[in-house]
């Protein structure tokens, strides 16, 4: 059997772990994050891109704009669907390796695109649709990782590669006005750009965009094949998971973590467009980047709260907050009873992508709590083979719920960037979305006190 294939893996024994399992758990945690942190680069590349195009040469109009935000996270929602189930059934070592390796297509496939300004719309839908592969590497990644933790740290263990493998969306925003204004890769990296708005010209780089994450993406792709592994303990075909779907707390949890990640990735989308349509006189790269730099970087604390005070407990007043936010984003529209104010309209959003990465975090340590509660009550017998079994069955489950609520959620990026594009081009502006997004979030609050945080709840956790 390969060196890479385990094939004991207990990490709720305290002797293993504290002998054996942690530095394992470690090693496979400080890779991930890495090639977790490129794949958000590759999936949220387009919200940097796309503010350029027009300055450039390329004649698409503001909805179509917002669709290329749109279609990676809609690809890649999907593609988390099917992502959730494949660590049990090819490893999470082979599987890591070859998600990460599918970067390498979007990113080579930009950078050449964006080069002729007569690039047709359709070659950029496809494109934007390849970046997808980005977003299903989190539901994959988050599955893997949840088998090498043990219940007492997988709200930290979750959060830290979620929280920091999210960083790759401000990263991505941060980064790319910086390396399209030099020629980075001399000659072989192409030609520069025109760039034009009203008076003022530069030459621009936007293919590396693309081309600068290349090596990194191959880098982490030998990291993962060389130094993760696979587990035996965590094998499950794809008809042991989908016992997920006849579990209420399933579709639940789906649907709070929409209200959580759906708003991180759909904010986070449409974050440079939607300041550029609403304050005209701002350059959206230069404050964009900073909501989803909160939103990830308080991630882990998130995890952490909720292992402190309790993942429901957290999640609900979380979802109250979110909600507040949405109203302070309205008064401080151009149109709102401030009559525009872009630091009040930056603030609100910080507040907001702060409660997402929170709830982000919260909403994942609740996860594995509610699986393994579910199958000790059903436990039969009291002796150490049926709580171990109990424990095992809990673990693949919540990993694959784990997975197919972050694809649910992200189909968040698709609808928040083509909410506020379909409100604008119908109603002349983004109030009728906001007022829908505060709609969703008295439901979660319903939800989540309802059936997790109240006295006598059905699930408390």
Sequence with gaps: MSTHVLSRW????A?????????????????SIPALTLAFVVWMVWSAVVVNLPNVGF???????????????????????????????????????????SLLIPA???GWAVQDPTTGYPTFVVL???????????????????????SAQKGTALGLNAGLGNLGVSLVQFVVPIVIGVGIFGPIGGEPLTWLKGSETKLIWLQNAGYVWIPFIAVATVAAW????????????FADQVVIFRRQHNWLMCWLYLGTFGSFIGYSAGFPLLIK?????????????LGPFVGALIRPAGGWLADKLGGARVTFWNFVVMALAVVGVLYFLPSGPSGG?????LAMFLVLFTTTGVGNGSTFRMIPIIFLTEHQRRLRGNDRPAREQAVREANKEAAAVLGFTSAIGAYGGFFIPKSYGTSIAMTGGPEAALYTFIVFYVTCIAMTWWYYARRNAPMPC
């Design 15 to 31: 002797r293993f772990w504290t002998e054996e399992g942690r530095s394992v758990a470690k090693r496979n945690l400080w890779i």
């Design 108 to 110: 080579a496939g930009i």
């Design 341 to 345: 104010s872009f630091a009040g309209f």
């Design 277 to 289: 349509s609403q304050f005209p006189d701002v350059v959206p790269l230069h404050y964009a980047w």
């Design 226 to 237: 060389f130094g993760m592994n696979d587990l035996t303990t965590a094998r499950a075909s």
């Design 59 to 101: 004649r698409f109009t503001t909805n179509q704009l917002f669709w290329l935000t749109a279609l990676p996270a809609l690809c890649g929602a999907t593609l988390r669907i099917f992502y959730s189930f494949m660590v049990p059934i090819f490893g999470g070592r082979r599987w890591t390796a070859i998600s990460t390796a």
């Design 10 to 13: 207990d990490p709720e024994d």
């Design 128 to 150: 934007a649709l390849l970046c997808g592969f980005g977003g299903g590497n989190f539901a994959s990644s988050m599955s893997n990782i949840s088998f090498f933790y043990p």
